[in-house]
C-alpha cells in the first residue's frame, strides 16, 4: 500500500515536500520512483531511488528536486524552484521486487511498476 501526501497550491519559484507511506509489503530494498502526469500527458518518471541508495532524475527536475527515503517506510521528494510546468499529479511507485533496481530513468516506464499510489495533486501559478 502506498499513499502520497504534501501536494497542494505553490507560487513559481517556491517548494513542497512530497510524502509517501509504503506499508505491509514494500521492503526496505524495494526500489521507489516518483511519477507524475499532467492532463493530456503521458505519466513520466521523474526521480527514484533504489534499494542500494543509488537515485536518477528526469533533465527536467534535475538539480531542483531530491528524492530521498527512510527505512521506517517513507519516501519523500523535496521540490524546490517550482515551475508552472511543474504542474502534475504526482504518484508514488514501487519496483515488483526487494532488491531489483530501476533501470535509467529515461527507460523507466509505468508499465514495469509494480504498486502505484492514488496520487497528490501540484499545482504551481506563475
Known amino acids: 500500500h502506498l499513499e502520497e501526501s504534501g501536494g497542494g497550491s505553490v507560487q513559481a519559484g517556491g517548494s513542497l515536500r512530497l510524502s509517501c507511506l509504503a506499508s505491509g509489503y514494500i521492503h526496505s530494498t524495494r526500489s521507489m520512483a516518483w511519477f507524475r502526469q499532467s492532463p493530456g500527458q503521458e505519466r513520466e518518471a521523474i526521480a527514484f531511488?533504489?534499494?542500494?541508495?543509488?537515485t536518477d532524475y528526469a533533465d527536467s527536475v534535475k538539480g531542483r528536486f531530491d528524492i530521498s527515503k527512510e527505512n521506517a517506510g517513507f519516501l519523500y521528494l523535496e521540490m524546490n524552484k517550482l515551475k508552472p510546468e511543474d504542474t502534475a499529479m504526482y504518484y508514488c511507485?514501487?519496483?515488483?521486487?526487494?532488491?531489483?533496481?530501476?533501470?535509467?530513468?529515461?527507460?523507466?516506464?509505468?508499465?514495469?511498476?509494480?504498486?502505484w499510489g492514488r496520487g497528490t495533486q501540484v499545482t504551481v501559478s506563475s
Open positions: 531511488i533504489n534499494g542500494d541508495g543509488t
Open positions: 511507485a514501487a519496483g515488483l521486487r526487494d532488491g531489483v533496481n530501476w533501470p535509467p530513468i529515461r527507460q523507466l516506464a509505468p508499465g514495469i511498476v509494480g504498486y
